[in-house]
């Protein structure tokens, strides 16, 4: 890693001397590309300002990261009301992320408008996110199946990666206890009307031992990335967008029923989008894929004798939006994906998939209406995806605005979450096998949200319902192999409660969420989730300094102990982060990731990540 970090040091004075004079922006917004703080493209796949948005949003800015005590992904997202994740231990151990309730797999994850996630195990791997590659993260909280697709029953989240205007250089060196290493350099040159941005992030740690009921050891990491975004005006209404990433690292890890703790991982991406704009109408044309391979073994083993999955989808959509009246906004939009399942290239003898691709093909429309008052919103999507019945979904939402910054609205949708390649089918062996009969998960949710201003103190509150059919577990049949069957169903009941004030010359925020989360079938909670959750965070910049502190609380939840389930504690983390200015190019950053050391857990057995430093140089030209 010292020779990753000494690489990336030597190549930002090499950059430096690449960089030219900044074009002026030009352009649309629309597509996700150069987007303004209060805009936001998720919600309905073209650009919208947030205030019109009639679903809880959260926007995360580079400023916010770069500040903020989160030192992954996962601890950002989970710095949002209503977002609670379950770890297998620190940052690159398995991460599932529940929004609003629903399970793992039921929040969508983009990356600049491609998803991204593993086709057999139908499930993002937020340790393989470079927080260093990420210029803002949207999140859309409640199903948005309409627009995207499979996944979004409790929200979506979606990645942009970082951009600079040409000229600019960025770099980052970061050490840490735990043998923390990282680094961090982008640099955007231009090209005519045009810009390309290239960050290159590397980052390792010694761990910790993240079982506390099985092998003692240091569970490390390390993660090297690459990405390179831009953009090329054609003309005044014609525009190309690129992107590539790619990522590889390794893992340690613990498993309590033995076998394999080393994982490999490699990952590609690459997405190329045409873009038209005249001011009335709006489409694009985009293209990619995504590739992820991962291999487990035994430290000290072959490889080969591992476990080997590799997952491609390839994705093409095309988007037509056209603005009927000031008022009135029409779109109408194609998905269509390829996803391939391989996992003999790098292994012996480990057996194939019976169907190893499948074909899926979406049309989708979109209208909103925004008069002063009134506002309307709602979406239509068909999916056909090969090997399950065929799914309709909608969002409906009515908004009435009173007062100056004050909106309450009423959302109704409809989501699914399609079965993986290993739902469907994982090949049999001594312990299990898939299913090829199995049905889509799908969710009906309805939500009635309030957003205001009262004694210059923003608030919002959120109270939604969500229920849940034909959720998918694995369950041993008559010889003890296990296999997924559609078996429960669920009930989700909450509600949000966010303040934000700048008070006595502090910017504060209190989040507090409440969560009733049922299976219907045994009336016990959905394990790992907490019913109260709760957070304050303060900060104030003074001339050179900027400060920042957060108190995060998570309550006690249900867990599984076989042969029943045990109740995990409630836990209370402090987080702080302070950085000093030197001038308008160098800057010191200290991040303190809970302070106090507190013992948690979050998933049974496996220990919560204990307390983190990291000393950050920064230097922005």
Known sequence: MKKNILALSVASALTSTLAVAAPAESGSAKSGISVDETLVVTASRIQQNSADILSSVKIITREEIDL???LSIAELINDVNGFQLSQNGGIAQTTGIFSRGTNAGHTLVIIDGQRIGSATLGLVEFANISTDQIERVEIIKGPRASLWGSDAIGGVIQIFTRQLNAGELALDLSVGNQSQQQGSLSSAFAHGDGKTTITLSAKSAEGY???????????????????IIGTQNINPQWRVNWLAKYNQGQSDYDSAFGGNNKSELETKQWHLTAIQDTGLWYQQFSWGQQIDESIDFIEGGNKKDGSFFETKRLQANWLGSYQVSQALTTSVGVDLTREEVDTKKRANNQPGYDKTER??????GHIAYDEETILLDGALRYDDIEGIDNKFTYNASAGLRFGDQSLISINLGRGFKEPSFNDLYY???????GNPELKAETSNSAEILLKTSVADIQTELSVYKTKIDDLIEWVPDENFKYNPLNIHKATIKG?????????????????????????DGTNKPLIRRAKHTARYQISRDFDNLNLLASVNYQGKREDSEWPSTTELPSHTLVNLSAAYSFNSQWKLTLKANNLFDRDYVTNNHYVGQPAQYLLTLNYRQ
């Open 209 to 227: 031992d993240v079982l506390d009921n099985a092998e003692p050891d240091d569970d490390g990491y390390h993660r090297e990335d690459i990405s």
């Open 427 to 433: 090949p049999e062996d001594a312990f299990s096998y």
């Open 495 to 519: 509600a949000e409660l966010n303040l934000t004030a700048d008070l006595f010359g502090f910017s504060q925020s209190l989040q507090l969420g409440y969560l009733d989360a049922v299976n």
């Open 359 to 364: 074909d899926k093909k979406a049309l989708y």
């Open 68 to 70: 903020s005590p989160a």
